[in-house]
């Protein structure tokens, strides 16, 4: 052995105690839910931070509540467009031409023999046709007014997913890299205790394996923020330069609920949107068959002219009565477009029966999510979490007094990193849950 050899094991000698295992670096603690991972600290200058009310709201002006509105405004076009009388139409003619004999000399609007006339005419609506075909289009535009609120309500609660999705990357990230950081310092110091014998080369590749998953780890959490970042900026709108950074909005410390109460969801069920423009529907289309029967009422046209015929008479009066004789002489009497505002009609209460049995099972699909996503949250914050963090503290300490191996040390970790990660899925899953419920209510 070299001398330099003899006085780097002198070194390490004085280092590390005869017989100890050496002593492992603690795991550092993951930053609380209150601060912003270091990654995105770093580039405050290019973030834009979005609040959870922030959010809610670019969502509440997205492209789709957007569409929603212009559907809204067409709708509304629709009922000007059906609440009109027939416009009366004026007619004029030239007739009488004898042009056997001619038309006489002189002037062409006072002595020649051409019989001029002008007329008005005007269709009586008969059947309460423009009463019923205001109504249809004016339920049509309350169940447009009722999609809109139902967009709302649906970009609010994407909104509020891809939000705290994102605040989850951006802690994962943290938390990650502790852990990261964590194993990187074990496997330099197992790589020292490899250099002065005192620990074996195989346990030293572990502990560089555990750096290098972890480093791995990281670089997909990156990656997963980034996505979640992308995905809130698709339904915000958001389109500035840089990244959007969610604030830790996250909600009260979940509490145990009470089981599920009928009474509060089913008159939940007919104050939300998508039942009450289902609702709206069924009358339009209800209207729309009374429109349709008040066709086999016949429209009368009511018509007078007035007559220039020199020669004749220079003032002429014509009267005009028109009325159409289907369902009297013809065969046919609006039976094809009676019996498709019927089945129109029926396809839309089914519709509406549809909807609501929906949204029965959503509402308590969401209350059962919010209860158990409480219920899971709160066991890993008072239960699981702390006596991970408790075990892993018992290891670190176990293994620098060697009374630990390095692979019961690596199991603690490796449970005290999986804990932290369903944690903090679990504190995830709540806060869309809870989002979700509060939105869903009238």
Known sequence: MSIRQLFLAASLGVVLPAGAQG????????????????????QAALSTTFSLAQTLQAARNNLDVSLARRALAAAQGDVASANHAPAPVLSTKASQMDLQNGIGGGNLFSQKRID??????????????????????????????ADIEDALVQQQLAAASAFFDLLAAQERISQVDAIARSAAQLAATAAR??????LAAQDAARTDIEAQRASTDLLTAKLDRQSAALALAQITGFTGPGTLVALPDWPARPAPDAAADDNVIYPAIEARADVRAAQQRVEAARAALDVASAQKKADITLGTSFDHF??????????RLQMPLYGILGGYNFQGEIARAQAQLDQ?????????????ADLQRLQQDKQGAAARALSFETIILPRARKVAEMAELAYSKGAMSLTDLIDARRTLRATLIEDLAARTDHAKASQAWLLRQP
């Open 116 to 145: 001029k006339s002008i007329g008005l005419d005007w269709t009586w609506e008969r059947g309460n046709k423009r009463e019923l075909r205001t109504l249809a289009a004016q339920r049509n535009a309350s169940a447009a007014q």
């Open 348 to 360: 839309a209460q089914d519709l509406l029966e549809k909807i609501r049995r929906a949204a029965s």
């Open 23 to 42: 002593s492992a670096t603690p795991l550092p603690a993951p930053l609380p839910a209150s601060a912003a991972p270091a990654t995105v600290t770093g």
């Open 310 to 319: 020199p020669g004749t008479s220079n003032r002429l009066l014509e009267l």
């Open 193 to 198: 205790r490899v250099q002065a014998g005192d």
